[in-house]
C-alpha cells in the first residue's frame, strides 16, 4: 500500500527535523478506502481492545497507527514493526489488530480516534491525525501570551506569507492536560471546530487533515515561522511582521 511508504517517508521527516526524540509523536491513517474487501476481513491478531467510549461514525474502518513506546526513526524503518492496521468493530465500541503484528497502539489512541469520530460525524472525510513534539512550537506554549489562540495565529501567520496560506485556519490552544487522557482528546475538539492545527500546551502539536504530508507540512511552516521571530529575537529585535493589510491580500489573492 503506497500510504504506509508515505507514512514511512513523514516518520523520516518528524525524526530528521528534531520532533521526535524517543517515542515522542504518533500517526493514525484512515486506510480504509485503500484496503480490498479480501483485506479488511483479515483475522483479527489478539483480543478485541474495548475503547473508552463508542466511536459509533468509525464502525468498521482501519487505520494505520503507530505502535506506543515505538520510535519515529524506526517506524521510518520498518513501519509495520512500529505500527499496526487496527479495526473497528461495526458498533464502533471495540477495536481489533488486524496486522500485521500485535502491537499496540500508540497512547494519544483516544485522542486520534475522537478525532477521527468527531470529524467524520461532521461530515468531513477526513484521513489523518498526526502528533509530533516540534522544539520551536512547543517553546512557544511556555509563553503566556502565546497561549491565545488569535494572537499567536496572528503572529506565525505574520512572519512570511506562506503560514497564512498554508494554515487558513489558524492554531487552536489547548490548555495543559496529561498525554494519552480523554480530557486532552475533548478539549483538542472543541479547538478542531475552527482550526486544523492544534498546540498542546507544553506538550506538542497536533494537525488533522485528508493528506499525511498536508498535515506535516502545515507544521512545518508554523515552526519556520516560529524560526523566522525566534531568531529575530535573538538578534536583538523584533520582528516587524507582515501588516494586516498583507495578511489582508493573501485572503483575496488565495482565495482563503
Ligand atoms: P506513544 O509512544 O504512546 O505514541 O506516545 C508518544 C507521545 O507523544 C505521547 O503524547
Ligand atoms: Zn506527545
Known sequence: MAEIGRIAEVAGYLWEKGWAERN???ISVNVTGLMT?????????????????????????IFFVTGTGKRMRYICQEPFGNGSLIRISPDG???EIIATQPILPTSELPSHLLMHNYLRASGKDNKVVLHTHSTDLIGLTHCKPFLDSEYITRLLWSMIPECRIIVPRGIG????????????????????????VVFWEKHGILAVGNDLIECF??????SKSAQIYFSARMAGYESEGMTSGQLDDLVEAFNL
Open 24 to 26: 515522542g509523536g504518533n
Open 37 to 61: 474487501d479480501e483485506e479488511k476481513a483479515l483475522p483479527a491478531i489478539g483480543s478485541p481492545i474495548i475503547l473508552p467510549e463508542p466511536m459509533t461514525a468509525l464502525g468498521g474502518h
Open 93 to 95: 465500541t471495540f477495536f
Open 173 to 196: 490552544i489547548v490548555p495543559y492536560e496529561i498525554p494519552g487522557t480523554l480530557e486532552l482528546a475533548r478539549a483538542t475538539i472543541k479547538q478542531l471546530e475552527n482550526h486544523d
Open 217 to 222: 507540512d502545515a507544521i512545518d511552516i508554523l
